[in-house]
């Protein structure tokens, strides 16, 4: 089985993975300014899309700009959310560089789309194809590939659920009673089908994340002294998957808040979609819970002043609501910024971080709000990938999606394991 990496590799951002130069993994995109996309315009006979963050299917639609139109296979989830982010990239985007496609390649997408639920398989450019829950978000999916001679498992981003530490005593709970170690939105991952190749993400190869119980409990308590202290909370958040995460804890933990961005039209959109997500109920609670943000008659501004928890796009204050809601509240010691994700070098979440300041009408002003950061990541820690890995200690595993995916491989390769770290361009090998 040949693989070529097209981008995703020794780096995190612009997945794509061509197998046997005809089925695509993904086709992603690396937000900045200037965007960087795969290194190559690849034309495949099918395409399977992981899951529905713009990094791995940001640029999906660019693949029927020409005379081929490849079927795309995903789960119901990641069509929906790959398409509301097309459409968001338009709106922003559409006619620059910063865009690799139309509307009317847009418009093709629904045409080509093939939805396929966890466990059922199908045949894509000539492989079995099944897909299993990588808990990462609504939707997200390891892919299994079966050429005939190799059987090869593409991880794409996945979340185990916490095990042992504090939280093997869980305070959080669903309503069973069972004890949610992980996120409330999405079950961890507990796949381990056979395979010959696993490519695997490391993220965070090199991170032991806290409990996501002491995680959620330092943020509650955060938000609730400041609200009692008659402060405001901006929670900036990624619209997918993580805004819903964070209105899970809020109702959880009766904390008043709104949503507000295209987190709000992300959260409709999953309610849709039950068999995806651990609790729906509790999700249409914590919906219920949440005041949806209009944005008209200056609403933004006056519920800066409501003593409550805003959660809102974009997760590095790179854009959207959140910036309006910073010059609003920055100037009280009192209120509080909880960023809940890792902020990429030279985001303007990142030098709020690092300076206590933000770049507002094009003036670099200072905050006086306090500045506050959780790690709510939706991927596994180091932990969690080796534990995951330990059942595959007899095949092949090549490294992927991080920034040290060299020295990952190195390591597993000392002790035991066979390994390869590709490097962006770089076809090789495997089975």
Known sequence: MDLQFLGGAREVGRSAILVNDSLLLDYGMLAGTPPRFPVADPDPDAVVVSHGHLDHAGAVPALLSGES????????????????????????????????????????????????????????????????????????????????????????DFYTDDRGGSDALASRTDRSGEPIR????????????????????????????????????????????????????????????????????????????????????????????????????????????????TGRDGQRTRITDQRAAIV??????????????????????????????????????????????????????PVAAQVEQYDFSAHADRAGIRSFLADYADSEIVVNHGDRCVDFAAELSGEGFTTAAPDVGETITVG
């Open 69 to 156: 139109r490849p079927p795309i296979h995903w789960t119901p989830p990641t069509r929906e959310l790959a398409v509301t982010l097309a459409e968001d990239t338009l709106k922003l985007h559409g006619g620059t560089m910063q865009c690799p496609f139309t509307e009317t390649d847009l418009r093709r997408v629904r045409g080509v789309s093939e939805a396929h639920g966890y466990g059922e398989p199908f045949t894509a450019a000539g492989h079995e194809v099944t897909l299993y829950n990588a808990g990462h978000i609504p939707g997200s999916a390891h892919v299994l590939v079966d050429d005939g001679d190799t059987r090869l498992l593409y991880t794409g």
């Open 182 to 293: 992980g996120q409330r939105l999405v079950t961890g991952t507990t796949a381990r089908p056979d395979a010959d190749v696993v490519v695997c993400e490391s993220t965070y190869s090199d991170v032991d994340h806290d409990s996501r119980d002491e995680i959620e409990a330092r943020f509650a308590r955060s938000v609730e002294e400041t609200l009692w202290e008659g402060g405001t909370v901006v929670v900036p958040a990624f619209a997918i998957g993580r805004t819903q995460e964070l209105l899970l804890v809020c109702d959880a933990h009766d904390i008043p808040c709104y949503v507000d961005g295209m987190g709000k039209r992300v959260t409709r959109m999953l309610r849709g979609y039950p068999e995806f997500v651990r609790d729906a109920e509790a999700l249409r609670r914590a919906t219920s819970h949440a005041r949806f943000v």
């Open 312 to 365: 809102t796009t974009s997760g590095m204050l790179s854009g959207g609501p959140a910036m309006t809601y910073i010059p609003e509240i920055r100037s009280n010691p009192t209120n509080k910024v909880a960023l809940t994700g890792y902020q990429v070098q030279d985001t303007p979440g990142r030098r709020l971080l690092e300076t206590s300041s933000a770049e507002i009408d094009g003036r670099v002003m």
